[in-house]
């Protein structure tokens, strides 16, 4: 089962932050995962809409202009990184989950991904764009119709994985409170990926890997690589 590093190794480094990039490739981890939000012509990477939570901020992104929000400390004197310094330090070390949090400009993501992917020496294939709004997902499809998608939901919709199969995603990625058996094997049967978020129980992981899940969202992939390979 492949271990993403959820928000970074965010249980051992403040989420989405260089260090939780660098903690979380040096625990090994398969593939890094973060959130991201567009500011003007920027991207920046930040779980919140609002700046309260993660750093010493107040306000929503849209009141500070980008310089002040980049003096902010987003823990252990780390800065809110932009998107091209987070592809920079991951380079082609691991898999890449760009989730979508607040993106106006499709066009512009992806030609700025391409551009960063190029210069860093990042596959294509390494990167897997992922979201709750799934129209941002159907954009990217109609652009670069070979993009990697991770359907992303909140909830157990009735007819399960069908929607992530309407958008020719590659992954479905659920919330692991609802997750069951019956859900893995309807989206694994439609030839889709299962993944699941966020998963730090090594009674959870082990479950999940049992039935069949392709990839767990982990806070510490070092404690869930050691729970699956004791399990
Ligand atoms: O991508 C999986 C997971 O990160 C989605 O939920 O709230 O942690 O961004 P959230
Ligand atoms: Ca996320």
């Known amino acids: 089962m492949f271990i993403y590093a959820h928000r970074g190794a965010s249980a051992m480094a403040p989420e989405n932050t260089i260090l939780a990039f660098e903690t979380a490739i040096s625990q090994k981890a398969d593939g890094i995962e973060f959130d ?3 500011h003007q012509n920027e991207f920046i990477l930040i779980h919140d809409r609002w700046l309260h939570r993660t750093t010493n901020g107040i306000g929503h992104i849209e009141s500070l202009l980008l310089e002040q929000i980049r003096l902010l400390d987003a823990g252990s004197g780390q800065s809110v990184p932009t998107l091209y310094e987070a592809l920079k330090c991951i380079g082609h070390q691991c898999q890449i989950n760009i989730e979508m949090k607040g993106i106006k400009d499709i066009p512009l993501l992806l030609n700025y ?25 159907k954009a990217i499809k109609c652009i670069k119709p070979n993009a990697r998608i991770g359907a992303l939901t909140a909830s157990k919709p009735i007819d399960y994985a069908a929607f992530a199969e309407v958008l020719e995603a590659e ?35 082990l479950r999940l890997q049992s039935w069949g899940v392709d990839a767990v969202f982990c806070n510490n992939p070092l404690n869930a690589k050691l729970a699956l390979s004791e399990g």
């Open 36 to 38: 991201v939000f567009q």
């Open 171 to 205: 992954y479905i990625n659920a919330d692991v409170t609802f997750v069951d058996k019956n859900f893995v094997y309807d989206a694994k049967s439609r030839g889709l990926k299962m993944g699941v978020y966020t998963v730090d129980q090594p009674e959870d992981l």
């Open 113 to 137: 991904v391409n551009n960063a992917c190029q210069q860093f020496s990042i596959p294509a294939d390494n990167i897997l764009y992922s979201s709750f709004d799934h129209h941002l997902l």
